[in-house]
């Protein structure tokens, strides 16, 4: 099956959609599935508002239309509520195509922390975007409930997996701080809820992996702790295998691939009792859940490594796209995506192609 997945999220951006869209697309193809990507490369962009360092693609019309038709998918899949995503639904909807799209992103919740703008305003905005696709993927129990309770349709699960091979705790980092190591990764921003983190009163060391526009803040304020900036590869496999606790701050993550990728390096996981951490944590003896993140800290200690390990390795990615592509074949074949002839539109729309 040929599969075109359009995002807004891509390379060089580090962070868990890119990486489950890269995965994907390794798994699918041992599954027949022949994934190509529809992406911000090439379009004119932005700094997003409120996030440096961080921008948005502005595609044009013309040049979207081109790129769906020489993919000629046989399914249409939107990752992102981006400009790109909304473009790609947009021609979908010129052409009768059915597509598919996932929720991977709380944006209702990042814009409310940044702004007075309340989290019902940008939701309705996602339920008329997802609401038009054959099916919206989620990847927990806890996701599919709440956004069913908010007037989502057509929800179907698709669960996340991890690279074992690539995570794993045979080599981990040397690192000359006091234990335990208590380590978090990710985008260092404010919707992450990292302070919640850093502001604990735990024993021996804390150590942040990733970047954002709240690092040098941070760092100012909590100078104990070891900021250590983005890491990739064995890089990064060696530094979770090293850290006696992961800890999973965030409030707004609607699943936290991090989280497999710590256990599959052996750390087990403290975190919030909230969607993500719950589906993945809850019932096994691979972390610590509770309202009071020091105490999950310290439980999560006595927790086995070699059981986080063998949790992670039941988790392929293999059976994400398998997954993933049951959802496609969902679609209705009368409304499969067909090649269409996009010359009117380049007579009709201004703009040039990149």
Known sequence: MRILIATDAWHPQVNGVVRTLTSLRRAAGSLGGDVQFLTPEGFPSMDLPTYPGLQVAWPNRCEIARRIEAANPEAIHIATEGPVGWAARAYCRRHGLAFTTSYTTRFPEYIAVRSIVPASVPYAVLRYFHNAAATTMVAVPSLYNELSARGFRKLAFWGRGVDTDLFNPDHPATLDLPRPIFMTMGRVAIEKNIEAFLSLDL????????????????????????????KKGADLTAHLAAADVFVFPSLTDTFGVVQLEALACGAPVAAFPVTGPIDVISGHPIGALDNDLRAACLRALTMSRETCRQFALERSWENSARQFIANLSALQPSRAPRPVTIASESHAVGGSRT
């Open 203 to 230: 024993p021996g060391s804390k150590v942040v992996i990733g970047d954002g526009p709240q690092r040098r803040e941070l760092a100012q304020k909590y100078p104990d702790v070891k900021f250590l900036g983005e």
